[in-house]
């Protein structure tokens, strides 16, 4: 790859870290870090155990475990040992859990609506058309199958 195609993916990768505001403490005018709020809506898919969510998010098990730590001791997730291996504990939301990751969620689809609201139809099913292909390309020749 020439120096020029790294430049424009990485003005790109730039352009939307500021626009999400990623680089944000918190995520979404939350109390939550972005990773916080990754985690909540990971282990609600069913990524439940911390070896899971380390492969998955690509994360350091350190930091991992500190930010469970957290979310558990302010009520949002409990451990439940698991069926099958008693040394295996699943991560799983409390109720307070669930509503503070519907409140992200709705406040992510309010920051999506806000972007993508004044874009005509036919040019933002282009978009996401797009988007779809990026993300597909990237799949199709990345190590990481989980993109």
């Known amino acids: 790859m020439n120096a020029e195609n790294i430049r424009k993916i990485r003005e790109f990768n730039r352009s939307y870290t500021r626009v999400l505001k990623l680089t944000d ?36 098990k350190g930091y991992l475990s500190r930010t469970l730590k957290k979310l558990k001791s302010e009520g949002l997730l409990i451990e439940v040992p698991n069926d099958q291996d008693k040394r295996i504990k699943n991560l799983n939301l409390t109720n307070d859990g669930e509503k503070v990751l519907k409140m992200i969620d709705q406040r992510a689809d309010t920051q999506v609506e806000t972007l993508f609201s004044s874009i005509p139809t036919e040019e933002l099913e282009n978009v996401i058309r797009d988007m779809q292909e990026i993300k597909n390309a990237v799949k199709k020749y990345s190590h990481d199958k989980e993109i």
Do not use: C, F, P, W
């Open 25 to 60: 403490k918190y995520h979404l005018d939350t109390q939550y870090t972005l990773l916080e709020s990754r985690l909540l809506l990971e282990i609600d898919r069913g990524v439940n155990s911390a070896n899971q969510l380390m492969l998955l998010l690509h994360v350091d």
